[in-house]
T-cell receptor
């Protein structure tokens, strides 16, 4: 069974600084997708970034980028130039390729951006 | 930009009562999902729905739960006889045929007393 582990329950960063959130996963599959979702205090789930396992290039979306290490089964999220609005819970999620559409979430990292 | 909507945003109910949570997925999406998040815990998959039938469900999704697409736009989750432990945030999501991206609605916060 696939599992997703986020080992940092809470993190803090100063505004304008860079922070990296860790995520590791366990799977025997070769075809899968990885996601980072953001959940602000409103509790809405917002997609931040996606990575397909077959792509070697790390995904980037503006200030958000990932470091995807397939052999190590690691998928970290880097937030550059942190803003107060980045304060949220961040969830790493795994989706196996093929017929299933079941997203498997990690336990989340609560990020606080300090002014 | 198209988005998934959910109603109501909050619902309070008495234990044993039936509740129906409603979702309007993105209009051209074909796959629909329900997830739940108990306060302070991670998001858990409940069920996926495609072509008017359940395609996958978790152990949580027992006989107390059912889903339906009653018309061309709505997607509902019914809990027949609510329990205290059903108190959670329930998220609806949808995705397209090719793109595996799941777009989430804002959630319904259910409180069972």
């Amino acid at each position: 069974a696939q599992t997703v582990t986020q080992s940092q329950p809470e993190m803090s960063v100063q505004e304008a600084e860079t922070v990296t959130l860790s995520c590791t996963y366990d799977t025997s599959e070769s075809n899968y997708y990885l996601f980072w979702y953001k959940q602000p205090p409103s509790r809405q789930m917002i997609l931040v970034i996606r990575q397909e396992a077959y792509k070697q290039q790390n995904a980037t979306e503006n200030r958000f980028s990932v470091n995807f290490q397939k052999a190590a089964k690691s998928f970290s999220l880097k937030i550059s130039d942190s803003q107060l609005g980045d304060t949220a819970m961040y969830f790493c999620a795994f989706l196996r390729g093929g017929a299933t559409n079941k997203l498997i979430f990690g336990t989340g990292t609560l990020l606080a951006v300090q002014p | 930009e198209p988005e998934v909507t959910q109603t109501p945003s909050h619902q309070v109910t008495q234990m044993g009562q039936e509740v129906i949570l409603r979702c309007v997925p993105i209009s051209n999406h074909l796959y629909f999902y329900w997830y739940r998040q108990i306060l302070g815990q991670k998001v858990e998959f409940l069920v996926s729905f495609y072509n008017n039938e359940i395609s996958e469900k978790s152990e949580i999704f027992d006989d107390q739960f059912s889903v339906e697409r009653p018309d061309g736009s709505n997607f509902t989750l019914k809990i027949r006889s609510t329990k205290l432990e059903d108190s959670a945030m329930y998220f609806c999501a949808s995705s397209g045929r090719i793109d595996r991206l799941q777009y989430f609605g804002p959630g319904t916060r259910l409180l069972v007393l």
